[in-house]
């Protein structure tokens, strides 16, 4: 693996702690950027590089949706 691969394997996990971290908090600001954090590693390992404008918003609609969730339970 080269340096560039486990520095984004480190960014998932910090991004999925960081999500989880937000979950329990009640953050929806650190749900946003550990999915931010996430997406990003996860499409790069994919390939989809054309798809990296695109996840912000959909970090954006992931920690929306599940504050609301955290709220009504």
Do not use: D, H
Not at 31 to 52: D, E, P
Not at 53 to 73: G, W
């Amino acid at each position: 693996m080269t340096w560039l691969n486990i520095s984004f394997v480190a960014l998932i996990i910090a991004g999925l702690l960081l999500f989880v971290y937000g979950l329990r908090e009640n953050s929806q600001l650190s749900m946003l950027f550990g999915g931010i954090a996430c997406l990003l590693s996860i499409f790069y390992f994919l390939g989809w590089t054309t798809m990296l404008p695109f996840v912000a918003p959909i970090a954006l609609v992931i920690s929306y949706l599940m504050k609301k969730k955290v709220n009504t339970a």
